[in-house]
C-alpha cells in the first residue's frame, strides 16, 4: 500500500497562475485534509472532507479550492497563485474523523515568485 | 475555534537526559490530543497520543500526561537519543473534524 500520495514534490508558480495539487490515499479512509506549513507557525488547516462529495473550511481557506469526488483523491485548487501561498502542502487521511491518527503524504513544496 | 500554544520552540538537551514539551489549549471541548514528530524535509508522524478520559499514557520512552481541568498537556521523552532529534507538534481536536496544531518544538540531542 502506497499510503498518501502527493504530487508534484515541488513546484514554482508566477503570481496569477494556477495549478492543482494532487493527493491520493490507498487506505480507504473517510476524512481527507490539507494543511499548509509555514515556519514558525506549525500547520494549518485549509479545508477537510468527510467523504465523499462533503467538503468544509478549516482556519485559513482563502485562496484553496477543493473538491472529493471519489473516496481516494482529494485535490487542492490554487486558483490565482500568490506570494503568501509560498509553503509546503500536507495531505492527510483519518479514520472515521480527526479522533484518530492522521496519517501524512510526503509534502509539496510550492514557492509562488 | 481553539487555540494550542507549544512551548519551548527549542530545546537542547545532552544525550540520556529528559526532554519535555508543553502545551496549552483554549477549548474545554477538545478531547484527543495527538504529537507529531517530524524530521527534516519528512513528513509528520503520530508517536503518541491522548484521550481526554485518561491522564498519562507511556509508550517506552515516551509519556505523554493531560490535566483538563488546566488545559494543558506535556511530551515527556526519556532517555533521549540522537535520532530523538526532530521537530515536535502537539495538537488537539475540539470537533472531531479537525486539528490544531501548536507551532512546534526543534528538540536537538547533543551526543
Known amino acids: 500500500n502506497a499510503g498518501v500520495t502527493q504530487t508534484p514534490k515541488f513546484q514554482v508558480l508566477k503570481t496569477g497562475q494556477s495549478m492543482t495539487l494532487q493527493c491520493a490515499q490507498d487506505m480507504n479512509h473517510e476524512y481527507m485534509s490539507w494543511y499548509r506549513q509555514d515556519p514558525g507557525m506549525g500547520l494549518r488547516l485549509i479545508h477537510y472532507s468527510v467523504g465523499a462529495g462533503i467538503t468544509d473550511q478549516g482556519e485559513v481557506p482563502n485562496g484553496y479550492n477543493v473538491s472529493r469526488s471519489t473516496t481516494e483523491d482529494f485535490p487542492l485548487r490554487l486558483l490565482s497563485a500568490a506570494p503568501s501561498q509560498t509553503s509546503v502542502y500536507f495531505c492527510?487521511?483519518?479514520?472515521?474523523?480527526?479522533?484518530?491518527?492522521?496519517?501524512f503524504g510526503q509534502g509539496t513544496r510550492l514557492t509562488v515568485v | 475555534g481553539e487555540n494550542v500554544e507549544q512551548h519551548p520552540s527549542t530545546l537542547s538537551v545532552q544525550e540520556g537526559d529528559s526532554a519535555v514539551i508543553k502545551c496549552t489549549y483554549s477549548d474545554s471541548a477538545s478531547n484527543y490530543f495527538p504529537w507529531y514528530k517530524q524530521e527534516l524535509g519528512k513528513r509528520p508522524q503520530l508517536i503518541i497520543d491522548?484521550?481526554?478520559?485518561?491522564g498519562e499514557k507511556k509508550d517506552q520512552r515516551i509519556a505523554v500526561t493531560l490535566n483538563k481541568t488546566a488545559k494543558h498537556f506535556s511530551l515527556h521523552i526519556t532517555e533521549t537519543q540522537p535520532e530523538d532529534s526532530a521537530v515536535y507538534f502537539c495538537?488537539?481536536?475540539?470537533?472531531?473534524?479537525?486539528?490544531?496544531f501548536g507551532t512546534g518544538t526543534s528538540l536537538t540531542v547533543i551526543p
Open positions: 492527510a487521511t483519518n479514520d472515521r474523523g480527526g479522533n484518530t491518527e492522521a496519517f
Open positions: 491522548i484521550r481526554s478520559n485518561v
Open positions: 495538537a488537539a481536536d475540539n470537533t472531531g473534524n479537525q486539528f490544531y
